[in-house]
């Protein structure tokens, strides 16, 4: 919550302000705005000698595209105010990226540490099965993925409670997807996230005339970054932007505290460290500086928030000195502090774009499952032999030799991870080269949030109009 304004309402202010820059009918922005389905869930689970009772949910915001794709949430913050406005930005992220689903999502609300991997598994697979008694799941309806507090191990637990109920549902393998790759999951989906934020904030700053009015030189090597949480998101995002992008990673806050280094502090390193001794804390060349929130006021190029929301707020906002923040969580910066740092002229990468890796590489993982095989494993052999007879081709017209090592990396097809990266940098580049495209074309749209639900809108608004169902 921020001051008074809900999570959701604040999404459903944001879309109001973008659409106010668009033709789009008052109703038709209602009917974008309005969750569709909402499911709300008590089950018991026995715990010990006794048993407690679960609170869930699951939000199907849109249904102008089928099936609705969202994760699943498990945290003690989870309510339904969250999961609406989760499963809502979902639908503008599915849109803005072109993927073509509708925005949901899933909660529960419990603290994974409090629970064995059986409970863990127990609430998991009771989940489901309420999910599949209401029709609320599969690949056609409605499809999960992991969000904070669930991975690969949850999603797994997912698809095997689903087949048990649907044996024989030729497509069941898309019922949910992150799973791991032994199970029908995809490679790159782990990291898609925060390599996607990588990508994303990469081409924000190849923009040369954009970072001179921030005061930035272009390029990410060298740029000083501050990240919070070392989740999935969180580290993908330091661990790639370190080693793919030069980045100085100068900042890391988790839940025990906030850790600095002027010199840098090595990703890898400090996450062997954790798993090591259980904190960031005493990590060596590394100064402890506060609290969780501590490195959020660092000064540093870019900032990314990949914990939870409402990091930044009334509180702290004014104390905020990034020149870019990459808003990897979803609704990290509440919707009072948002004013305030566009008028201090930070530049803020919304989270509906900049965190969109994860539904695109998932998107690609259902795929992969509809079609029931390895992506480039009919096409790999046949490219090997036509781009090598060109080559050959080649040597034979010119006279001259290509080396073995350049003919094999010139010849081969890629991998599944290969064609997942590429397609997953393609998207995340086009995105922002529409979302930049209406900041140039709309003078009066000052910043990359309001560009970007515009995008969105027109193109969940296009949707409607060609149904049919508004002018
Ligand atoms: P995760 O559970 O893997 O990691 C979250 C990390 O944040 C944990 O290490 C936790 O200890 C840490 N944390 C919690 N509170 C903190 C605090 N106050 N300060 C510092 N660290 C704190 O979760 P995740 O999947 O990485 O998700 C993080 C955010 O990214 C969420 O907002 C989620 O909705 C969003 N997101 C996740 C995905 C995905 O594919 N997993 C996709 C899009 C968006």
């Known amino acids: 919550m921020s001051g008074h304004i809900s999570f959701f309402k604040s999404v459903e202010n944001y879309v109001d302000k973008a659409a106010s820059f668009t033709d789009i009918p008052r109703g038709l922005v209602e009917q974008i705005k309005a ?56 639908t503008y992220k599915c849109a803005l990226v072109d993927v073509p689903f509708g925005g949901a999502k899933g909660g529960i609300k419990i603290n994974p540490a409090k629970y064995t991997v059986e409970q863990l598994q127990n609430i998991t697979r009771r989940y489901t099965t309420e999910l599949i008694k209401k029709n609320f799941i599969g690949p056609g309806i409605d499809v999960p993925a992991p969000d904070y507090g669930t991975g690969p191990r949850e999603m797994a637990w997912i698809l095997d409670t689903y087949q048990a109920f649907r044996h024989g549902e030729i497509d069941s393998i898309g019922c949910v997807t992150g799973k791991p790759v032994t199970q029908n999951g995809i490679r790159g989906r782990a990291e898609a996230t925060g390599r996607g934020v990588f990508y994303g904030l990469r081409e924000c700053l190849s923009h040369a005339e954009d970072m001179a009015k921030i005061g930035l030189t272009k390029g990410m090597a060298g740029k000083t970054m501050v990240v919070q949480g070392l989740g999935n998101v969180g580290s993908n995002t330091a661990l790639i932007s370190q080693q793919e992008g030069d980045a100085k990673i100068i900042g890391i806050a988790e839940r025990e505290g906030s850790i600095y280094s002027a010199n840098g502090i090595n990703v890898e390193k400090l996450m062997a460290f954790r798993k090591e001794t259980g904190s960031i804390i005493g990590f060596p060349g590394t100064e402890h500086i506060g609290d969780a929130s ?143 495209e209406t900041l140039l074309q709309h003078s009066d749209i000052q910043d990359v949030r309001t560009a970007a639900f515009v995008c969105s809108l027109k193109k969940i608004a296009s949707d409607y109009v060609s149904m049919g169902i508004f002018p």
């Open 35 to 90: 969750c569709n389905l909402v499911l709300q869930i008590r089950f018991p689970v026995r715990v010990g000698n006794d048993y407690e009772v679960i609170e869930a949910y699951r939000v199907q915001h849109s249904h102008h595209r089928l099936p609705t794709k969202g994760g699943i949430r498990y945290a003690e913050s989870v309510d339904q105010d969250e999961v609406m406005a989760l499963a809502a930005l979902m």
């Open 294 to 436: 501590a490195a959020l006021e660092l000064e540093c190029d870019i900032l990314v928030p990949a914990a939870l929301e409402n990091q930044i707020t009334l509180k702290n906002a004014d104390r905020i000195k990034a020149k870019i923040i990459a808003e990897a969580a979803n609704g990290p910066i509440t919707a009072d502090a948002d004013p305030i740092l566009l008028k201090k002229g930070v530049l803020i990468l919304p989270d509906f774009y900049i965190n969109a890796g994860g539904v695109t590489v998932s998107y690609f993982e259902w795929l992969k499952n509809l079609s029931h095989h390895r992506f480039g494993r009919l096409e790999n052999r046949f490219q090997n032999e036509a781009f090598t007879g060109i080559l050959n081709k080649v040597e034979e017209m010119t006279g001259k030799t290509i080396n073995a090592r350049e003919k094999d990396f010139l010849t081969r097809g890629g991998t599944e991870v290969e064609l997942v990266n590429s397609g997953l940098q393609d998207t995340m580049v086009v995105a922002y080269q529409q979302i930049r």
